[in-house]
T-cell receptor
Framework: DGGITQSPKYLFRKEGQNVTLSCEQNLNHDAMYWYRQDPGQGLRLIYY???????QKGDIAEGYSVSREKKESFPLTVTSAQKNPTAFYLC???????????????FGEGSRLTVL | QKEVEQDPGPLSVPEGAIVSLNCTYSNSAFQYFMWYRQYSRKGPELLMY????GNKEDGRFTAQVDKSSKYISLFIRDSQPSDSATYLCAAQGGSEKLVFGKGTKLTVNP
């Protein structure tokens, strides 16, 4: 089945540790996104990539890093520099259409990160 | 002012009720409008997608956009317990990135 796979579903981290969240899609989508969701805050964009080997910062990129070495994969690393990393992380992808129309996002099931 | 405003609720209705979910937006460049549904501990899924002003109907769901008042609505007819979820509105246009509202949590009681 086509879709977006995020792993792990749940992750616990000690303070000071980097962790990497995986996101893989087999929809042949061009663009991939990482969002963070906190209670009462909605979805906030961390990073996005529209083409392999290129990515742009979103609204809350500090303390995060990404790579896009393959079209299908867009892993997110939460570094120790992220001061409040406990959150629900969502990966999404879509086809690129005309400028300003990329809203038909397909989301993964999410990864819940808890810092102990 | 946040670009897309959405009342977070929570909203609780009896089964069979008509539900009205609403958002307002401030950016006149927005021309694509979406509603996503998110069940607890799951990723959002696209429910409705509309372009510019007007109505779009899909089964029990109707999305309505009024660009003159910058108002986005989602109506759910004959609501079911399975409709219990958080509903997120979103808007986009021009070279702007997609902007989400904060979501409204809906509970439909049997």
């Amino acid at each position: 089945d086509g879709g977006i796979t995020q792993s792990p579903k749940y992750l616990f981290r000690k303070e000071g540790q980097n962790v990497t969240l995986s996101c893989e899609q087999n929809l042949n989508h061009d663009a991939m996104y990482w969002y963070r969701q906190d209670p009462g805050q909605g979805l906030r964009l961390i990073y996005y990539s529209q083409i392999v080997n290129d990515f742009q910062k979103g609204d809350i990129a500090e303390g995060y890093s990404v790579s896009r070495e393959k079209k299908e994969s867009f892993p997110l690393t939460v570094t120790s520099a992220q001061k409040n990393p406990t959150a629900f992380y969502l990966c999404a992808s879509t086809f690129l259409r005309e400028v300003g129309r990329t809203g038909e996002l397909f989301f993964g099931e999410g990864s819940r990160l808890t810092v102990l | 002012q946040k670009e897309v405003e959405q009342d977070p609720g929570p909203l609780s209705v009896p089964e069979g009720a008509i539900v009205s979910l609403n958002c307002t937006y401030s950016n006149s460049a927005f021309q694509y409008f979406m509603w996503y549904r998110q069940y607890s501990r799951k990723g959002p899924e696209l429910l409705m997608y509309t372009y510019s002003s007007g109505n779009k109907e899909d089964g029990r769901f109707t999305a309505q956009v009024d660009k003159s008042s910058k108002y986005i609505s989602l109506f759910i007819r004959d609501s079911q317990p399975s409709d219990s979820a958080t509903y997120l509105c979103a808007a986009q246009g021009g070279s702007e990135k997609l902007v989400f509202g904060k979501g409204t949590k809906l509970t439909v009681n049997p």
